[in-house]
């Protein structure tokens, strides 16, 4: 275990407009206001939703699109630091029109129809994500220098 000590900074409220993908839109806040870290949740509906899941065995991805207008029933990420940049990583949980649950991590490709988001600006010792043999993944493995 690797643990980080952080502070809670300020809240930011964001709404998203219909056609804006939820990626992009978090990303570019964080790039635009200087954020390194930072927690998040959501709610609200997607027109689409670009999900993936991840194979433990085979340590890949596997992409699946729900082409359909959704329900986001709770959505929760954060924001880290890969390669010098904001990296958004966030996983939801979509309803359909009869009420059945979806959901995975996101991809780019999940729009809008309306997304109100709450993040949590934090301060202090920033993860930062570098590469993990055992998982494949890129994983909070360092900090910030300074
Ligand atoms: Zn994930």
């Not at 490709?109 to 890129?138: K, N």
């Amino acid at each position: 275990m690797k643990a980080y000590r952080l502070t809670a900074g300020p809240v930011h409220l964001l709404r998203l407009t219909p056609g804006e993908d939820l990626i992009d839109t978090v990303e570019r806040y964080a790039i635009d206001l200087g954020l390194t870290t930072a927690w998040f949740s959501y709610l609200g509906a997607v027109r689409a939703a670009s999900l993936r899941y991840y194979d433990q065995e085979a340590l890949v991805y596997r992409d699946f699109v729900l082409d359909e207008h959704l329900e986001i029933l709770s959505g929760v990420g954060n924001i880290t630091q890969l390669d010098g940049r904001p990296f958004v990583h966030t996983h939801a949980a979509f309803g359909d029109a009869d009420g059945r649950a979806w959901g995975g991590h996101l991809n780019r490709g999940t729009t809008a129809f309306s997304i109100e988001v709450m993040i949590q600006e934090l301060h202090g010792d920033p993860p930062v994500r570098l590469p993990d043999e055992g998982t494949g993944l890129a994983t909070w493995g360092g900090t910030l220098p300074g």
